[in-house]
């Protein structure tokens, strides 16, 4: 008896603290000069679930193919996934991302981390992309989609009220502003990693997201890269059972009873 009891308390363990099947999804594309990288990381509980996205611009940060007009700039990010609107949760700067060209803000912006009051969620997709279903951008063009509103907890640094212009795009980790750019020297601008969190519903999975598009501009079409999948890498879990583990824990419980009962008889 008491090695039964062994055996299902060992299962029992596994179960709480097996880590979850969560998986990074890393997109990127290159091509024009351009080149652009964003991973997607679902996770959390079920009634909790979220959707983790970094978004990079990966060009040269100098020499002939860094970033000089605002077409060369990362605004904009769209892809498939799901059919219902999700809710935004916060954008903030991170691995060293950091806003440059601060003199430009009217609202201090030195030194802060949240972007969300100059990002904005739509569903919808975008007219111009073919099979999207969901957007983010720092530029006006999203306004013609399903808008969801700007990210949580989020300051208009730059007047007028986002989303307008050039400001706040990405451009690559390092990269130097100078003068004659073709206008980017009057702007605040996001240099580095952008994070985005939005809740979505159950029953949605990084194998599930498609037709990934980074754009570029202040316009509709006016630099649009498709992305392409490089794998999925597991992340450390959460403690959400896998099914296997499951299966070991229904397997070990019958088991038990089985021996009970002919304990019984």
Request: proline residues 3%.
């Amino acid at each position: 008896m008491s090695r039964c009891w062994a055996g299902l308390i060992t299962v029992l363990t596994l179960a709480v603290c097996a880590p979850s099947a969560d998986a990074t999804v890393m997109f990127s594309a290159s091509g024009g000069g351009l080149s652009a990288s964003a991973s997607f990381t679902i996770s959390g509980s079920s009634g909790n679930r979220q959707l983790t996205i970094l978004l990079t611009n990966t060009d040269a940060a100098t020499g002939a193919d860094a970033p000089t007009v605002p077409s060369e700039v990362l605004t904009g990010l769209f892809w498939n996934l799901g059919s219902t609107t999700f809710t935004t949760g916060e954008a903030t700067l991170v691995n060293g991302g950091q806003i440059i060209q601060t003199a430009n803000c009217d609202v201090s912006c030195s030194g802060q981390t949240n972007v969300g009051g100059e990002f904005s969620y739509a569903s919808g997709g975008a007219s111009w992309l073919s099979g999207t279903n969901q957007g983010i951008a720092s530029s006006g063009y999203l306004n013609a989609n399903t808008s969801a509103g700007n990210f949580k907890n989020g300051t208009n640094y730059d007047n007028p009220t986002a989303l307008d212009g050039i400001n706040f795009g990405i451009v690559p980790d390092g990269w130097t502003p100078y003068q004659g750019n073709g206008g980017l020297d009057g702007v605040a601008l996001v240099d580095g990693t952008v994070q985005f969190v939005l809740k979505i519903p159950n029953g949605l999975s990084e194998s599930d997201i498609k037709n990934v598009y980074f754009t570029y501009g202040t316009s509709a079409n006016e630099n649009t890269l498709h992305a392409t999948t490089n794998g999925s890498v597991t992340t450390s879990g959460s403690t959400v059972p896998e099914p296997a583990t499951l299966s070991m824990l229904g397997l070990a419980m019958a088991g038990l009873g089985y021996r009970l009962r002919r304990r019984k008889y």
